[in-house]
């Protein structure tokens, strides 16, 4: 079996040790790196890319956002999961906005941690439910007029798309809809991946904020 390959960028020893723990718990993944500051890890990365990055957005020489924004230039296979203190609506948004798939607050249990580098490496994403509801606060309630709100990007989905992107907007993982539609969880994730790359979005919690602004869901 293929491990989930995992590197770690922290500024703070004692939370780096309490990750690589962590990770031990897990027998399908393995840490390949533990780096203390931005630049190390993207160096890290860019020497050997792991599957996932799980990293910190206050770091000295490189902030987690500028790090993952420098690492998605040159490797896009690489999935980047922010686990931080920081829950302001400006930084969780420029997370996803750089390509983060994953938020997590430090406060997350183990279980959690483990969970989202394993949705990463599917291509799903974990998001603490109070940094969703921040993100969907955030672009809903940012005054707009209705003439503004450019839906144009439903006409490239195709009927079935739809459907799933109504479904990924309900929170529904990839099994879960799959089970829904009657249809296998590959060709859902098939699905999913198209969707992303026709909508231009790094993430799930993207689709959602663009089928609540389109009015394809009421809520999340």
């Known amino acids: 079996m293929n491990k989930i390959r995992v590197v770690i960028a922290d500024d703070e020893e004692a939370y780096r040790e309490v990750l690589k723990r ?12 533990i780096c203390k500051d931005g630049e190390e890890a993207l160096a890290a990365c860019l020497a050997d890319p792991p599957d996932v990055l799980l990293t910190d957005i ?31 609506d400006e930084t969780v948004y420029e997370a996803f906005k750089a390509g983060a798939k994953g938020y997590l607050l430090k406060t997350s249990s183990p279980k959690d ?3 989202a580098v ?3 490496e599917t291509g799903e994403a974990k998001v603490t439910p109070k940094i969703a509801a921040k993100m969907i606060e955030y672009f809903t309630q940012k ?25 990924v907007a309900q929170g529904l993982r990839n099994k879960e809809i799959a089970g829904q539609l009657g249809i296998a969880e590959k060709t859902v994730k098939n699905h999913v991946s198209n969707i992303l790359k026709a909508l231009q979005a790094n ?18």
Do not use: C, F, H
Request: aromatic share 2%.
């Open 203 to 220: 993430s799930r919690t993207e689709l959602t904020i663009m089928a609540l602004k389109a009015k394809l869901v009421t809520e999340a």
């Open 113 to 115: 941690v483990i969970e």
């Open 118 to 120: 394993r949705l990463a």
């Open 143 to 167: 005054p707009q007029r209705e003439e503004e709100i450019d839906d144009t990007w439903l006409y490239v989905l195709s009927d079935r798309e739809l459907e799933v992107l109504k479904l």
């Open 58 to 88: 206050n770091m000295p020489k490189m902030n987690g956002i500028e790090l993952i924004q420098k690492i998605l230039t040159k490797e896009k296979g690489i999935v980047p999961v922010i686990l931080t203190v920081q829950e302001d």
């Open 22 to 33: 962590t990770m031990g718990l897990a027998p399908d993944a393995e840490v390949i790196a």
